[in-house]
């Protein structure tokens, strides 16, 4: 069956999608890493260390090999903001995810170009309205709250576990509007199959019993269950995210087809797993610090002033120094630490000549530890997102924890909404902390986390 929406592209021709990605980069320094698997391994060891010594010993345009997969590792804010803003059309998202997340993401936002996903983009807004929000904000307040009613006074309180626990079931309330732990539990484990297996795996064969394999069967899993939903969403005036995408209509007036609905479904959820999970325990891995408790007091004192059972939508903008927090948090741990692209035509990045075909890996890690824009750059400072300083200004690429252009993060107010239901709930009742010389290991890949999953000590105000 063909999808419903039938978009007037103004794109000459989509024989970019046929063509092979361009391995003739050997003009440009860099890396070719081992057979195979390239620089996984270093990546996934320490990513950010891979990308300082790339820039140190190459530059800011380097050669890169993942996996198979050859490339060049770009970290310069100018470079970034050209390839972000891409006025001339010539960077596929799509092409730039295919080898990567294609076989299970394909056809997701982020894997859509140029006058369709514009289109797809306009419908997508709506899920993300006022109107939308203030119903996303009704289930998750009290959710967050019942969630945390019970994690009561602890040491050894591993955080990112239970924020994982708690976000993971606000994901099925909120998106999809399922209050079954069975089916949430179903859905959570083909979510670690397809991300933790199928997208890590290096043989990409259906062989039974292969970690690929494992992927795709929790793929049909997600999809089978999701478009099971779907008739029954359109007949009911659900809050959650999913019974009002699956109501919206393209230009013709005609519903999104299965086929368009579902891999946008699926990438959403992608979008939004894990990623606030990965910024609050990285959050509290700083506060938990005692030279740091003064600002888990000041973001305390944010909440505790409004005196209030629920947050209401209205106060979400005022909470600038809770904004601050988050803001700094994903500036050294951004949960998406490189967005691929892939070129159409020959272009000049940071004065090499790039040949079209050739694959982008671009990073926010460098840029945003560059120590030209950010003063003490490895000092956990919120301040410096204020007026008074506003370092983040210096270069409008300068912070691109959300990407930036045509496909910049459309959840990110939805993101800092959650955070921030969840601090209002769990700041007032709670102070934590870790010992004077607990200092973990921070990995980047799968998501920036301490390797340990932040053991803390909670005890009730
Ligand atoms: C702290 C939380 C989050 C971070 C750091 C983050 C980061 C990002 C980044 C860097 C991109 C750009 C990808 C690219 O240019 O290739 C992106 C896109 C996207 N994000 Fe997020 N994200 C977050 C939360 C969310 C949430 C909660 C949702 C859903 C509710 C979401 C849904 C999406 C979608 C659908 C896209 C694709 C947009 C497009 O291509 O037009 N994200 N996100």
Not at 125 to 139: D, P
Not at 258 to 276: C, R
Request: net charge negative; with cysteine; aromatic share 10%.
């Amino acid at each position: 069956m063909m999808p419903h929406v039938e978009v007037k592209s103004t794109e000459a021709n989509n024989s970019y999608k046929q063509q092979l990605d361009n391995k003739d980069l050997s003009h440009i320094p860099g890396t070719k890493g081992w057979p195979l698997l390239g620089e996984v391994i270093p990546l996934i060891r320490d990513f950010n260390a891979l990308v300082n010594r790339h820039v140190e010993q190459y530059g800011h345009v380097s050669r890169l090999k993942m996996g198979i997969q050859l490339g060049l590792l770009v970290t310069h804010p100018d470079d970034l903001q050209k390839i972000y803003l891409d006025k001339d059309k010539n960077m596929s998202s799509e092409m730039g995810y295919q080898e990567t997340l294609g076989r299970f993401y394909g056809g997701g936002l982020a894997l859509i170009d140029f006058d369709v996903h514009k289109a797809h983009r306009r419908i997508f807004q709506n899920v993300f309205k006022t109107q939308a929000m203030h119903g996303y904000l009704e289930i998750m307040n009290p959710t967050l709250k019942d969630g945390i009613k019970d994690w009561g006074e602890k040491t050894n309180f591993h955080f990112f576990d239970e924020i994982q626990g708690l976000l993971l079931n606000q994901a099925c309330d909120i998106f999809l509007g399922i209050d079954d732990p069975i089916a949430a539990k179903k859905l959570s484990q083909a979510f670690l199959d397809i991300n933790e297996k199928g997208l890590m795996a290096i043989i990409r064969a259906e062989v039974p019993g292969l970690a690929f394999s494992k992927g795709m069967s929790g793929k049909r899993f997600l999809y089978d269950y999701l478009q099971s939903l779907f008739a029954e969403k359109r007949q009911n005036e659900g809050l959650d995210l999913m019974s009002i995408l699956v109501k919206e209509r393209d230009e013709d007036g005609n519903y999104w087809s299965d086929e368009v609905l579902l891999p946008h479904l699926a990438f959403l959820l992608f979008g939004a797993h894990d990623t606030t999970t990965s910024t609050l325990t990285n959050l509290f891995m700083y506060l938990a610090r005692p030279e740091n408790h003064h600002l888990q007091q000041r973001l305390r004192d944010c909440f505790v002033a409004l005196d209030k059972d629920n947050l209401d939508y209205e106060d979400l903008a005022d909470l600038k120094f809770v904004e601050h927090c988050l803001l700094e948090t994903l500036r050294l741990h951004p949960p998406v630490p490189f967005n691929m692209r892939r070129t159409l035509t020959q272009t000049t990045i940071g004065g090499f000549t790039v040949p079209a075909n050739t694959v982008l890996y671009n990073t926010p890690v460098w840029a945003g530890r560059d120590p030209d824009t950010w003063t003490d750059p490895l000092t956990f400072d919120p301040d410096r997102w204020g007026d008074e300083r506003g370092e983040q200004k210096k270069h409008s690429f300068a912070f691109i924890g959300f990407g930036g252009g045509a496909h910049k993060c459309i959840g990110m107010h939805f993101a800092f909404m959650q955070a921030k239901v969840f601090l209002h709930q769990f700041m007032p009742q709670y102070s934590f902390s870790t010992p004077s010389d607990y200092s973990p290991k921070v990995q980047v890949v799968p998501m920036p986390k301490p390797v340990d999953n932040l053991p803390l000590t909670i005890k009730r105000i």
